[in-house]
């Protein structure tokens, strides 16, 4: 389903911060209706999809975006095309899960580098398998509720990663945000952002730095944006201001986001963090990282185990432009990562408390597993 199939424009009047839904399932469970990203901050839309087609679209063209976000996305929009089998009189155990494989497969190959989407479609998958002695109709049941779980688990631990996060700075703090790990990227109050939120409840300023975010501007479009709803201090700026502003004395700290944590440490967030990395380190500044710590995957000994994710030229030449700004015939490379060397990371903020160098034991120790 496109955009024609919009079911509400509601100007400007969606509740960003602390309640904003960007996911929700349907009252009538045929589809996942969404605030598109895309469309922020000129047009608030919701969609509402109900195609395997359009979820993955939804996914690629960063309609839905953000780590947490897809995941939580994705849980939905399996649990509709599940739904949608029972409808359509599949009540065959094995016949199910062979389409059940199918759909998760094809959602999975949407995106590569987040690790909470096909983490979050594994968790989907293992409630089918636990459910093989039972009807296909209590096991569309429990993919509901599986769906709901993540999502509610998302909105506490990002929670309990603001309230990590606020230790970390001091009133009056100036911080410097890439990309965005608000609200829409997760759910209630984000993970990179979420202090500047719980910070406001308690009454703590903190002033957000915000780098645009080149090329696809989820920093000027979506961070500021639910900055600005929110009422939270904050100035734009453009990615190669940040070592003058750092310079300056204006950045206490540096708060991201991230896609995958590996083993050691080494963090993948959107491209360009790793700049804003090195130069914290040089200028001297703490530089965080915030994720659940289902974002961490020990199957990634370190960053080069990462896949990257390579988007189209139009993205650098064309999009947000009135004009091209670039010939038509150059050749681009758009890596939507990047990573960053665990060496340069002060610490990793999760739900589950702050994690510290040497991560490899750290993270190990946090998460409970064993080397
Ligand atoms: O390409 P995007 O916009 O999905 O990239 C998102 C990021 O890089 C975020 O920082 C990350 O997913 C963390 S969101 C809490």
Request: hydrophobic share 40%; glycine share 6%; charged share 25%.
């Amino acid at each position: 389903m496109s955009e024609k199939e919009q079911i509400e424009k509601r100007g400007t009047e969606a509740r960003v911060g602390f309640g904003v839904e960007n996911i929700r399932l349907s009252e009538d469970e045929k589809a996942v209706v969404i605030l598109d990203q895309s469309q922020l901050p000129n047009e608030t839309v919701y969609l509402r999809l109900e195609e395997a087609e359009d979820f993955y679209d939804a996914i690629y063209t960063l309609k839905v975006r953000g780590a947490p976000a897809i995941g939580i996305f994705a849980a939905y929009a399996i649990f509709v095309l599940s739904r949608r089998m029972l409808e359509c009189g599949n009540d065959d155990y094995e016949s199910f899960l062979a389409e059940f494989k199918k759909n998760k497969a094809y959602l999975d190959s949407s995106r590569p580098t987040a690790v909470n989407l096909s983490k979050m479609l594994r968790r989907m998958e293992a409630v089918v398998l636990a459910g093989k002695n039972h009807t296909i109709v209590e096991i569309v049941r429990a993919l509901k509720e599986e769906a709901e779980k993540i999502q509610q688990e998302d909105i506490m631990m990002c929670r309990a990663i603001a309230e990590y996060g606020l230790t970390l700075v001091k009133d009056g703090d100036g911080i410097l945000t890439h990309c965005n790990a608000g609200p829409l990227a997760t759910s209630r109050y984000g993970t990179g952002l979420a202090p500047f939120f719980l910070g406001k409840e308690h009454g703590i300023t903190l002033h957000a730095w915000i780098d645009e975010t080149r090329p696809l501007l989820q920093g000027a479009r979506l961070t500021a944006y639910e900055l600005c709803q929110s009422g939270i201090d904050c100035t734009l700026i453009c990615d190669n201001m940040a070592s003058l502003v750092m310079r300056e004395g204006k950045i206490n700290a540096c708060f991201v986001g991230c896609d995958r944590v590996a083993a050691n440490g080494d963090t993948a967030n959107k491209i360009g963090t790793s700049s804003i990395a090195i130069l914290a380190q040089y200028y001297k500044i703490p530089f965080y990282v915030f994720c659940p710590s289902e974002t961490v995957d020990f199957s990634c000994r370190t960053g080069a185990d990462i896949e990257i994710e390579m988007r189209p030229a139009e993205e650098i030449k064309t999009k947000f432009f009135e004009r091209a700004v670039a010939p038509a015939e150059v050749r681009c490379y758009n890596p939507a990562f990047d990573v960053t060397d665990h060496e340069l990371i002060t610490a990793i903020v999760t739900e589950k408390g702050i994690c510290r160098s040497p991560y490899k034991k750290s993270l190990h120790r946090l998460l409970q597993k064993t080397e």
